[in-house]
């Protein structure tokens, strides 16, 4: 409950504090522990408006999904975990953005040959497996690394947290215009993120190969590369748009898939494991 949706534990003694039992045992597992909301959860509290989201999206479409998902406000919860994870230590670099985009279009590249690879999730089995994540908190982590990890759907989760995480530094760390001349091409976060409205809600000018990806070879391989192409243009949220589009043509229940990484993630080393 706390890494998906930011909401603490209250004490079973004392409901107007925060479970410091909670707490300290998020801390030990490397997980996000800070208080975000001070409407603490209760075994009193209307359960049904967190766990309805797990069990209700099916019946919405994936991009109206995607709207209430995608937002600034999740933007920023990204960008905290992954600076949390010691992420973003050198932004400060002249071609830092230039290294965020490459790791964009590298994660749509591993989509590609995900599906190439035929490594695609059973649908069913990513429902229950996140349905039980979302009960415990917790994910199971050889089952995710074994059945999840790594195919198509987990790719182009990757792909869109990796723009939200940049979006959500926008948004915490410009502060003037000469900051976001420099990091996003003069583009301000909210800018990208009406973008990514008006092409999720209007589709203006979409290309038919998002649109119909049937999963017959060169038409994933075009889609996925008209993507690419608008991260290399600096056009994020029209990217972020095709990629939502274009799992919901494939039948991809890519929001879960978010979620599940993200939960994958909060339990993984500093840096991933990674050098940068």
């Known amino acids: 409950m706390r890494q998906v949706h930011g909401r603490t534990w209250a004490c079973h003694s004392n409901p107007s504090k925060p479970c410091i039992g909670a707490i300290e045992w998020q801390k030990n597992k490397g997980l996000l522990y800070n208080v975000e909301d001070i409407n603490l959860l209760t075994e009193d509290s209307a359960w049904h408006l967190f766990t309805q989201n797990f069990y209700n999206k099916n019946e919405m479409s994936l991009?109206?999904?995607?709207?209430?998902?995608?937002?600034?406000?999740?933007?920023?919860?990204?960008?905290?975990?992954?600076?949390?994870?010691?992420?973003?230590?050198?932004?400060?670099?002249?071609?830092?953005?230039?290294?965020?985009?490459?790791?964009?279009?590298?994660?749509?590249?591993?989509a590609s040959e995900a599906e190439k690879k035929d490594l695609v999730v059973d649908v069913d089995v990513v429902i229950n497996t996140h349905a039980d994540a979302a009960h415990t908190g917790e994910l199971d982590i050889v089952f995710f690394e074994g059945a999840i990890k790594d195919t198509i759907q987990d790719e182009m989760a990757d792909f869109v947290i990796r723009v939200m995480d940049y979006l959500g530094f926008l948004i915490k760390e410009c502060k003037t215009v000469d900051d976001l001349l420099t990091r996003s091409s003069g583009r301000n976060p909210e800018g990208i993120f009406s973008?990514?409205?008006?092409?999720?809600?209007?589709?203006?000018?979409?290309?038919?190969?998002?649109?119909?990806?049937?999963?017959?070879?060169?038409?994933?391989?075009?889609?996925?590369?008209?993507?690419?192409?608008?991260?290399?243009?600096?056009?994020?949220?029209?990217?972020?748009?095709?990629?939502?589009?274009?799992?919901e043509v494939r039948g991809f229940e890519l929001i879960k898939h978010i979620e599940m990484k993200l939960a994958y993630n909060a339990q993984r080393k500093k840096l991933h494991g990674k050098a940068y």
């Not at 933007?75 to 600076?83: D, M, Q, S, V």
């Not at 243009?233 to 799992?247: E, H, I, K, S």
């Open 195 to 247: 973008d990514f409205t008006t092409q999720l809600e209007h589709k203006i000018g979409w290309p038919k190969s998002v649109e119909n990806p049937k999963g017959l070879n060169y038409e994933t391989s075009s889609a996925i590369l008209e993507i690419m192409d608008l991260v290399t243009a600096n056009r994020l949220g029209q990217a972020m748009a095709y990629a939502v589009t274009f799992c």
């Open 63 to 110: 991009e109206k999904q995607a709207l209430s998902f995608l937002t600034p406000e999740m933007a920023t919860n990204i960008h905290e975990r992954n600076r949390a994870k010691g992420f973003y230590e050198c932004s400060d670099e002249k071609y830092f953005f230039h290294h965020q985009k490459l790791e964009m279009i590298k994660e749509l590249a591993e």
